[in-house]
């Protein structure tokens, strides 16, 4: 508490114990400045964390989705190939080779 503010106090009929009390209390309950880097700083330090907990996770969305993408594809040519060499034996069949 400032001093300035400890001086309207007591012209405003505080005695010097209330004063000090109350300053012992304010002091316990305001933040000080360097409370608030402290606090600012474990915020940052949280985002950071997030930040390259959800790379990571990300980049094991990517992953497993070409990996989907390439089961797709495989399956699909497959099928086609497939598709492909059943018309041919059965065109084969229809023409009598």
């Known amino acids: 508490m400032s001093a ?11 005695t010097t114990e209330q004063v000090e009390a109350l300053a012992d ?28 907990r959800l790379d990571v996770k990300i980049s094991e969305t990517k992953a497993d989705l070409l990996k989907s993408i ?4 495989i399956s699909a040519a497959t099928l086609n190939a497939i598709a492909v060499f059943g018309a041919m034996f059965g065109l084969a069949k229809l023409l009598g080779h």
């Open 4 to 14: 300035s503010a400890v001086l309207k106090l007591q012209k405003a009929g505080f």
């Open 25 to 52: 209390f304010m002091d316990t309950q305001a933040a000080s400045k360097a409370d608030l880097t402290e606090v600012k700083n474990e915020l940052k330090e949280d985002i950071r964390e997030t930040e390259r």
């Open 70 to 73: 390439l089961a797709i594809v």
